[in-house]
């Protein structure tokens, strides 16, 4: 019987040698963000041209791979599960396909054979001594491509960090394994104006000691974690650990203490920061990495009593309807977890879900407050799951309310040069009819 060193050693091979393992018509499944491999992904986007109709799907891309270039499309191209900067213009464009999906649902689309998954490509901690890696970057969905795969490629990074938690894979399960010591892509906290510190502090004044959080990544979501440093006892059950997080833990504002699943503990399903938040993953028994079927599924993270979680949006109408990944007809980002997270808070006992945006966009010249969604806009969360609207003018608390109460609450957080226009238009709609 081999050790697991033996089975290593079997299974090593160079970026361009894992490309064996890829059929024409293949798809190749990528965790989030920062568990993307890049040395595979590089080696894929430099033979591209030997591929026909090879896919690679991810939630989020980080870097703009060559298989990004449109003439590469007849032979791989990308299938966003959400658009960022790398895909965005493709997505735009018309040759980046489009998964449309519920974060939490990703797994169970892979384990249905909804969402082929023939091969995984994915970044990993070193092997264990018990012949484990660590899918602790995005542990996401690619647990289930992990187990329905017929190939499966890891790219062992000594900076990755050994986490705990349902993010492991056997030395046995793998088919191929490519060494790499380059440098985590690092992602900074984004740039926090008068906007959103306003936003941040509103959202801040509803949470209570002892709340359980869920923290999407942006300006006003890290504008909130800046104003949680005082509080006491919060817990974490989130999809993204960053480095907010990071600061409301050195804080002593995170300990975990009165969360009422998994006490004791952080959860999340991947990471996207600092050098100093993957060192602080490594081997640190306060955190666990698990799949998004668990993470984000709102029966199970509504069993944290106090769930308050905190979700940007581009658009919201006078119903409510959020429209927080497209502008118009063109995407721009995705569902990712906003409607998990929602409906989780909506269970949870005790429980606040906000969506948070600036009351305008260029420069002050259109409003976001808006009479109905724009022509072709990709609805997020729907009229009947929002709770709390939140712009820099105030907070708007929805639920339990009437389309006349709704619209009256979301105009008074409207920004004032809006009212106005935003109150006729509500009366063209009868929305204030009696």
């Known amino acids: 019987m081999q050790t697991m060193q033996e089975l290593y050693r079997a299974r090593r091979t160079s970026a361009a040698g894992a490309l064996e393992h890829v059929r024409d018509g293949d798809m190749i499944v990528v965790p989030t963000g920062v568990g993307e491999p890049p040395a595979l992904l590089e080696a894929l986007s430099a033979q591209c041209g ?14 703009k791979y060559g298989y990004f270039d449109p003439a590469c499309r007849p032979h791989v191209r990308h299938a966003a599960l959400f658009f960022g900067g790398a895909s965005r213009a493709g997505g735009q464009g018309g040759w980046c396909d489009f998964v449309p999906n519920y974060f939490s649902e990703i797994p169970t689309l892979i384990e249905r054979g909804l969402m082929p998954a023939d091969v995984v490509f994915a970044m990993a901690s070193p092997m264990s001594a018990s012949g484990h890696f660590a899918l602790s970057l995005g542990t996401d969905y690619t647990m289930a491509a992990v187990a329905k795969a017929r190939a499966v490629v890891l790219e062992v990074n000594p900076n990755v960090p050994f986490t705990h938690g349902q993010c492991h894979v056997h030395v046995s399960q793998v088919t191929a394994l490519v060494e790499s010591e380059a440098p985590i892509l690092e992602v900074g906290l984004p740039a926090i104006g008068p906007v959103q510190e306003a936003i941040g502090r509103l959202v801040a004044e509803h949470i209570e000691d002892g709340a359980t959080l869920q923290i999407g990544y942006g300006g006003i979501p890290d504008a909130v974690v800046m104003q949680l440093t005082g509080k006491r006892d919060l817990g974490i059950h989130t999809e993204m650990i960053g480095d907010g997080i990071l600061k409301l833990v050195e804080s002593g504002a995170v300990n975990n203490s009165r969360k009422t699943l998994l006490p004791g503990k952080m959860v999340a399903t991947f990471a996207l920061g600092s050098r100093r938040l993957y060192a602080f993953m490594h081997q640190n028994p306060m955190l666990e990495m698990h799949p998004s079927n668990f993470t984000n599924d709102p029966y199970i993270a509504g069993q944290n009593d106090k769930l308050v979680t905190i979700n940007a949006s581009l658009q919201v109408d006078l119903l409510g309807q959020c429209g927080s990944e497209s502008i118009g007809h063109l995407p721009y980002s995705g569902t990712g977890g906003q409607v998990d997270f929602v409906r989780a808070a909506n269970r949870s006992r005790g429980g606040k879900s906000f969506i948070v945006l600036p009351s ?17 806009t990709h609805a997020t969360t729907s009229k009947n799951d929002v709770n709390y609207v939140v712009t820099e003018w105030g907070v708007a608390q929805l639920r339990g309310k009437s389309a006349k109460q709704r619209a009256q609450a979301l105009i008074a957080i409207a920004h004032p040069d809006f009212r106005s226009w935003l109150r006729e238009e509500a009366d063209r709609m009868c929305v204030f009819s009696a």
């Not at 260029?362 to 409003?367: E, L």
Request: no cysteine; charged share 25%.
């Open 50 to 63: 030997r591929f026909k109709d090879v896919q690679v799907a991810q939630i989020l891309a980080m870097r």
């Open 360 to 376: 305008t966009a260029k420069d002050g010249s259109i409003s976001r407050i808006v009479p109905t969604l724009a022509p072709g």
